[in-house]
């Protein structure tokens, strides 16, 4: 089965599991996903079933919007509610307050990912080391890095929690995010709440099954009814781009009677991205 839709994964299990589930459900057995969530998060997970998982790399994965609710005062080694070290008391703040703090972060944020993460670090991933107490190798592999933060929206705040809605861009951690709103409001703080709302545009819709020629990104060349092209293409068979008069480094979607390629233009020679991929 080919097949790519949006799923919604449910609150503390991971997304190899959900995955797992899927793959029961649907009777497949090549699958994948893209943009994990962590065990503690819910909410949208971009699904692919058979050859259409070879579409995961041309996908528009920004903005990804998240709806979250930031706990004041809880401390947690993973900035979420697993991990749990304590809850501090913390004193009631004026709304103003939370919604000019909340809007200082739009645009670039620095930040160091959270220990538990899927972020790798020599191969490994970095709650691996967090889970073992290897504080040294996370502390050395864990690098500040940047995120975009394109819209920060208040939703409510009801002491000491705060919920919001964010957009962001891929590689993203709201947790971190959550983190660094709670410290410049004077605490520490943790998310009780995460949940992914879309990616790149694409939301839940009952796992309806989605057209891959409507969601990439990509010029679309309707070639059915060539059957001279069509012979060259299904073969891989190198051909001058001035054929098609597509543009150098750009990728095109060339579309068949029953399969579609992804190529680009490089050299005045044809690349082939993604070769006869079925259309279901």
Same mark, same amino acid.
């Given at each position: ?6 799923? *919604? !994964? ?5 997304s %190899?599991?959900? +995955?797992?589930? &899927? =793959? ?22 971009v699904?692919a ?67 538990f ?6 191969? *490994? !991933? ?5 889970? %073992?107490?290897? +504080?040294?190798? &996370? =502390? ?14 208040f ?26 709103i ?17 990616e ?9 099954a ?25 073969n891989?068979?190198?051909f ?5 008069k597509?543009?150098?480094?750009t990728?095109?979607i ?14 005045e ?12």
């Amino acid at each position: 089965m080919n097949r790519i839709f949006v799923a *919604k !994964k449910p609150l503390f299990i991971s997304s %190899n599991v959900f +995955l797992s589930k &899927l =793959k029961r459900k649907y009777n497949v057995k090549k699958a994948g996903f893209s943009g994990i969530l962590d065990p503690f998060a819910c909410g949208v997970l971009v699904v692919a079933f058979g050859q259409y998982t070879k579409l995961f790399h041309f996908l528009q994965k920004s903005p990804k919007v998240y709806k979250a609710t930031l706990w004041l005062g809880l401390q947690s080694d993973s900035l979420d509610l697993e991990n749990v070290r304590n809850v501090q008391k913390t004193m009631p703040l004026d709304e103003s307050k939370v919604r000019e703090v909340l809007q200082s972060f739009l645009g670039e944020v620095r930040f160091v990912p959270p220990n538990f993460s899927a972020k790798k670090i020599n191969g *490994k !991933k970095a709650y691996e080391f967090a889970r %073992n107490g290897k +504080l040294e190798i &996370l =502390k050395e592999g864990l690098k500040e890095q940047t995120m975009q933060v394109f819209k920060i929206e208040f939703l409510n705040y009801s002491h000491p929690f705060i919920s919001f809605r964010t957009a962001v861009s891929e590689g993203a951690y709201i947790r971190s995010l959550g983190a660094l709103i709670a410290e410049k409001l004077g605490c520490i703080g943790s998310l009780s709440y995460l949940e992914r709302e879309s990616e790149g545009g694409l939301c839940f819709k009952e796992e309806r099954a989605l057209n891959p020629l409507e969601i990439l990104p990509f010029t679309r060349i309707d070639l059915r009814g060539d059957f001279k092209m069509r012979n060259c293409i299904e073969n891989g068979k190198k051909f001058n781009p001035k054929l098609l008069k597509i543009s150098e480094n750009t990728k095109y979607i060339v579309q068949f009677e029953d399969f579609f390629s992804i190529i680009s233009s490089k050299n005045e020679s044809v690349q082939y991205l993604a070769n006869r991929i079925p259309l279901c």
